[in-house]
């Protein structure tokens, strides 16, 4: 199951790097550089306060303030990004595949039960048109029913949970 996509995802030009910032975030390869950018960034705001009469809401205090990395939160959104990139690709590369054949027939079938559900609406009283749908799905032809046959299926459906809504609304 999911041989597919899994073959897809692996085979695409970007998994190397999908593969890559994993691999970074789980050995927390650059987290030494993370580190030592955000002690600079600290260092530069406790000098600043330290040795300037600077407001704390400065707009300089609030940029370095800023500027100092959440290094988990960094490489998880760097990983998220590529696999989002990553789908995007595999979503427009197959975005023109054809439906199964299955699926093609399934909408192709719904779609003909709502056109005839449509006509016999217009035509018929609304579950009158149910029934026509319902028994076009079961494979019965109510073309040649006679009034009798009509009342006796009527009055079975009239039973059934979606025909009974239809007469508590009106």
């Known amino acids: 199951m ?7 995802t692996s085979a695409h030009a970007d998994f190397p790097q999908l593969l890559r910032a994993m691999e970074i975030y789980i050995d927390r ?6 580190n030592t ?3 600079l960034y600290q260092l530069s705001e406790q000098a600043l306060k330290e040795n300037t009469n600077i407001a704390d809401n ?6 370095l303030q800023l500027s100092v990395v959440d290094e988990d ?23 023109k595949d054809k439906p199964s054949p299955e699926l093609a027939e399934a909408v192709a079938e719904m779609k003909e039960s709502v056109e005839v559900f449509l006509d016999k609406q217009k035509t018929e009283a609304a579950n009158k048109a149910k029934a026509i749908l319902l028994c076009k799905q079961l494979g019965m032809n109510t073309a ?24 508590k609304r009106k």
């Open 2 to 8: 999911y041989n597919r996509a899994r073959a897809h």
């Open 29 to 34: 390869k650059v987290l030494p550089q993370i």
């Open 37 to 39: 950018m955000n002690a």
């Open 58 to 63: 400065d707009e300089l205090l609030t940029f």
């Open 73 to 95: 939160e960094y490489l998880r959104y760097r990983i998220a990004e590529r696999f989002n990139m990553l789908m995007v690709s595999l979503f427009e590369a197959h975005k």
């Open 144 to 167: 040649n029913l006679t009034d009798e046959e009509w009342r006796v299926l009527m009055k079975t459906l009239g039973n059934a949970a979606p025909l009974r809504r239809v007469k």
